[in-house]
């Protein structure tokens, strides 16, 4: 009998901490043995000559499926979502079971298991989203979903259909604290965002390159700014997500400064895109509305120097799927629509990571352990699924991605393998691209295409966020 299932050979081993030339042995899903020859046989065996074998991504920060109001739709299930994320080096996602308001938080987990069943190309967790923090779900849904693993949530200080008033925003970092969980929080001033609307509208300013009008930095500045102190008031760790540029940044220094135990991330959107391709040709802006909204290329270089200097914990796509021509999607009814009616997000889940190497790594920004430490290890701590994931450990899943660290890619939308009939990075050469994912053993995408592998993911339940084990919660 084999001694392992799978055997890479010859590879260069990264992780968060180290590099080196060594052998991976896998038995039963797992890292067995790491060693510079690993004698015995394998089922299988891979020659990673002049590859990089890294930790598979953790995407920490991606919507799939998630129930829509107003006709809208998703573009991506689960299974097309984790096919894409497979294809680019992603071996566990993290989407989110969202509260409607006046529902049941335990019913919207429910469904999302739902959703979720039989689907998966490779394993995920769930966070929740939090709208209506009524007396049951604190004192008795949330408790009980911390306790079965559901150990982040995230609630947003903008959107008429999920935003919490400021006592509302308490009242969940209270219950953080209490029990041992993470909050998220999109910190966008939704009251400043309404009036700036209001006044575009008035001046027929309604084109998709309007959005960024409604959306300044000063918005997204003085949430931030808010939420931490909100945080400060309670005494507990919050991360901060899809941070857009220097200003947010600037509150999240000021904080660190302080000693608060504030954490960020940020995206792939928010190096690549400018306000400016919210300005495409007739609507074609509109490929390109999300919130925060690109900044400029000053800012672009802020968010590069944030990620290079540790400031950022968390790198994650948002990936957010609308189709672009369709009503249900991005044409909501089937026509163009005023910008604060255009669905926000963008797709990213399958180019997240080629885009932080190419730009990150190979363009000489941030190292290697770097990128794995923002793409793997780090979201893996975070949000309580390391060492398990994240890592190239002996014990730990044997979630790999071998990578072609030359190899040049020109990313168009006919080679991706999301659901969306576009990408906002059509046209942009990367170099460094995935060429085989393995999840728990088993490979899941080879040279760009995903291997039929459907159902193979599986559900996780999250420990105890490390931020919060950290300060002692």
Same mark, same amino acid.
């Given at each position: 009998?084999?001694?392992?299932?799978?055997?890479?050979?010859?590879?260069?081993?990264?992780?968060?901490?180290? /590099?080196?030339?060594?052998?991976?042995?896998?038995?039963?899903?797992?890292?067995?043995?790491?060693?510079?020859?690993?004698?015995? /046989?394998?089922?299988?065996?891979?020659?990673?000559?002049?590859?990089?074998?890294?930790?598979?991504?953790?995407?920490?920060?991606?919507?799939?499926?998630?129930?829509?109001?107003?006709?809208?739709?998703?573009?991506?299930?689960?299974?097309?979502?984790?096919?894409?994320?497979?294809?680019?080096?992603?071996?566990?996602?993290?989407?989110?079971?969202?509260?409607?308001?006046?529902?049941? =938080?335990?019913?919207?987990?429910?469904?999302?298991?739902?959703?979720?069943?039989?689907?998966?190309? %490779?394993?995920?967790?769930?966070?929740?989203?939090?709208?209506?923090?009524?007396?049951?779900?604190?004192?008795? &849904?949330?408790?009980?979903?911390?306790?079965?693993?559901?150990?982040?949530?995230? $609630?947003?200080?903008?959107?008429?259909?999920?935003? =919490?008033?400021?006592?509302?925003?308490?009242? #969940?970092?209270?219950?953080?604290?209490?029990?041992?969980?993470?909050?998220? $929080?999109?910190?966008?001033?939704?009251?400043?965002?309404?009036?700036?609307? &209001?006044?575009?509208?008035?001046?027929?300013?309604?084109?998709?390159?309007?959005?960024?009008?409604?959306?300044?930095? #000063?918005?997204?500045?003085?949430?931030?700014?808010?939420? %931490?102190?909100?945080?400060?008031?309670?005494?507990?760790?919050?991360?901060? #997500?899809? #941070?857009?540029?220097?200003?947010?940044? &600037?509150? $999240?220094?000021?904080?660190?400064?302080?000693?608060?135990?504030? =954490?960020?991330?940020?995206?792939?959107?928010?190096?690549?895109?400018?306000?400016?391709?919210?300005?495409?040709?007739?609507?074609?802006?509109?490929?390109?509305?999300?919130?925060?909204?690109?900044?400029?290329?000053?800012?672009?270089?802020?968010?590069?120097?944030?990620?290079?200097?540790? =400031?950022?914990?968390?790198?994650?796509?948002?990936?957010?799927?609308?189709?672009?021509?369709?009503?249900?999607?991005?044409?909501?009814?089937?026509?163009?629509?005023?910008?604060?009616? %255009?669905?926000?997000?963008?797709?990213?889940?399958?180019?997240?990571?080629?885009?932080?190497?190419?730009?990150?790594?190979?363009?000489?920004?941030?190292?290697?352990?770097?990128?794995?430490?923002?793409?793997?290890?780090?979201?893996?701590?975070?949000?309580?699924?390391?060492?398990?994931?994240?890592?190239?450990?002996?014990?730990?899943?044997?979630?790999?991605? %071998?990578?072609?660290?030359?190899? &040049?890619?020109?990313?168009?939308?006919?080679?991706?393998?999301?659901?969306?009939?576009?990408?906002?990075?059509?046209? $942009?050469?990367?170099?460094?691209?995935?060429?085989?994912?393995?999840?728990?053993?088993?490979?899941?995408?080879?040279?760009?295409?995903?291997?039929?592998?459907?159902?193979?993911?599986?559900?996780?339940?999250?420990?105890?966020?490390?931020?919060?084990?950290?300060?002692?919660?």
């Amino acid at each position: 009998m084999a001694a392992y299932d799978l055997i890479l050979r010859n590879g260069t081993v990264a992780t968060a901490a180290d /590099t080196m030339q060594c052998d991976v042995g896998i038995a039963n899903g797992r890292i067995t043995a790491l060693a510079a020859h690993i004698e015995g /046989t394998a089922t299988t065996e891979i020659d990673a000559t002049g590859k990089l074998v890294l930790p598979g991504g953790v995407d920490a920060h991606c919507h799939l499926d998630q129930p829509m109001p107003d006709g809208l739709r998703m573009a991506d299930d689960f299974e097309s979502g984790t096919r894409s994320a497979a294809c680019g080096g992603t071996t566990t996602v993290i989407p989110f079971a969202a509260q409607q308001k006046g529902q049941s =938080l335990m019913a919207a987990v429910e469904d999302y298991h739902t959703r979720a069943a039989g689907k998966a190309l %490779i394993d995920y967790a769930f966070h929740l989203i939090v709208s209506d923090p009524n007396e049951t779900v604190l004192r008795e &849904e949330l408790p009980e979903l911390i306790r079965q693993g559901y150990t982040s949530f995230k $609630i947003y200080m903008t959107y008429d259909d999920l935003k =919490l008033n400021d006592r509302e925003v308490l009242e #969940v970092l209270a219950l953080t604290r209490r029990e041992g969980a993470l909050t998220m $929080i999109h910190a966008e001033n939704s009251d400043c965002i309404a009036w700036l609307t &209001e006044q575009l509208e008035r001046a027929g300013h309604t084109a998709p390159r309007y959005h960024a009008q409604s959306r300044p930095p #000063v918005v997204e500045r003085e949430a931030t700014h808010r939420a %931490i102190s909100m945080a400060e008031l309670v005494d507990v760790p919050v991360l901060i #997500v899809h #941070v857009s540029g220097a200003e947010a940044i &600037e509150q $999240i220094r000021w904080a660190r400064g302080r000693g608060l135990r504030v =954490l960020a991330e940020t995206c792939p959107q928010y190096l690549y895109l400018t306000e400016d391709d919210l300005g495409g040709a007739g609507y074609e802006g509109a490929k390109c509305v999300c919130s925060p909204p690109p900044r400029d290329a000053a800012n672009q270089e802020v968010v590069w120097n944030a990620l290079a200097e540790g =400031l950022f914990t968390v790198f994650s796509s948002d990936h957010a799927p609308f189709r672009y021509d369709d009503p249900a999607g991005k044409k909501p009814g089937g026509k163009a629509v005023p910008f604060r009616h %255009i669905p926000n997000g963008i797709p990213g889940i399958e180019t997240r990571l080629p885009l932080l190497f190419s730009g990150g790594v190979n363009g000489g920004r941030i190292s290697l352990n770097r990128f794995v430490a923002l793409t793997a290890t780090d979201p893996a701590r975070c949000y309580g699924l390391y060492p398990r994931k994240g890592t190239i450990a002996i014990g730990a899943d044997a979630d790999i991605a %071998i990578w072609d660290a030359q190899r &040049e890619v020109r990313i168009s939308n006919a080679m991706l393998h999301h659901n969306v009939d576009y990408t906002p990075y059509e046209g $942009i050469t990367v170099r460094g691209w995935p060429v085989i994912t393995i999840s728990r053993g088993v490979v899941v995408a080879r040279d760009g295409e995903p291997a039929p592998r459907k159902g193979h993911g599986q559900f996780l339940r999250c420990g105890t966020p490390e931020p919060v084990a950290a300060a002692g919660r």
